[in-house]
């Protein structure tokens, strides 16, 4: 099983709001990845987990937080966005994070932010 | 800064056709490349994986190339489908961290 799931599918939230994103894969990988997708853009890397240690994009905003309560399961927490936000938003996983790894994607959560 | 690109940006063909879809990278000092696809509004498919030290892979009518020392690869598909109809990404990851940084993509159009 190469799947990786990610929730909710959709999602629409106000500048106020805070709202979490939920990834999870059970193939035993142990590197997790959220990526940002602007329409017609390629995906852009904002943070890498690799056994629960977190390499970070810098040019991602504080209003994005991850989370990796375990090897299975990122998160992302999402405060006070703005409008420019509004994205595909994309989890990936590979095995043990090592170079030759395949990432398997997620379906993604489009978010959209008012 | 490595900088991927792929050219053409667009493409058009009649079912049955082979498609040729390049990817140039300005850093040599690569792990692995990927190509995916994707459909609209969906996340990525992996379709193939080419290590630093190899030449080709193929799976079924998919074949990839690497040319490291120029900075390029290209994707094949044999006999062109409707249903291959997508947007194709290539990706090179220069870090152990696995970090992937993706070209604009090509898309593709297979006409009946």
């Known amino acids: 099983d190469t799947e990786v799931t990610q929730t909710p599918k959709h999602l629409v939230m106000g500048m106020t709001n805070k709202k979490s994103l939920k990834c999870e894969q059970h193939?035993?990988?142990?590197?997790m990845y959220w990526y940002k997708q602007k329409a017609k853009k390629p995906p852009e890397l904002m943070f890498v987990?690799?056994?629960?240690?977190?390499?970070i994009n810098e040019s991602v905003p504080s209003r994005f937080s991850p989370e990796c309560p375990n090897s299975s399961l990122l998160n992302l927490h999402l405060h006070a966005l703005q409008p420019e936000d509004s994205a595909l938003y994309l989890c990936?996983?590979?095995?043990?994070?090592?170079?030759?790894?395949?990432?398997?994607f997620g379906p993604g959560t489009r978010l959209l932010v008012l | 800064k490595q900088e991927v690109t792929q050219i053409p940006a667009a493409l058009s063909v009649p079912e049955g056709e082979n498609l040729v879809l390049n990817c140039s990278f300005t850093?040599?000092?690569?792990?692995?490349l990927q190509w995916f696809r994707q459909d609209p509004g969906k996340g990525l498919t992996s379709l193939l994986l080419?290590?630093?030290?190899?030449r080709e892979q193929t799976s079924g009518r998919l074949n990839a190339s690497l040319d490291k020392s120029s900075g390029r690869s290209t994707l094949y598909i044999a006999a062109s489908q409707p249903g291959d109809s997508a947007t194709y990404l290539c990706?090179?990851?220069?870090?152990?961290?696995?970090?992937?940084?993706f070209g604009a993509g090509t898309q593709v159009v297979v006409t009946p």
């Open positions: 990936a996983s590979s095995q043990q994070g090592v170079r030759e790894e395949t990432q398997y």
């Open positions: 193939m035993g990988h142990r590197a």
């Open positions: 987990y690799s056994y629960e240690k977190l390499s």
């Open positions: 850093d040599s000092a690569i792990y692995n």
């Open positions: 080419i290590q630093s030290s190899q």
């Open positions: 990706a090179v990851s220069a870090d152990s961290w696995g970090k992937l940084q």
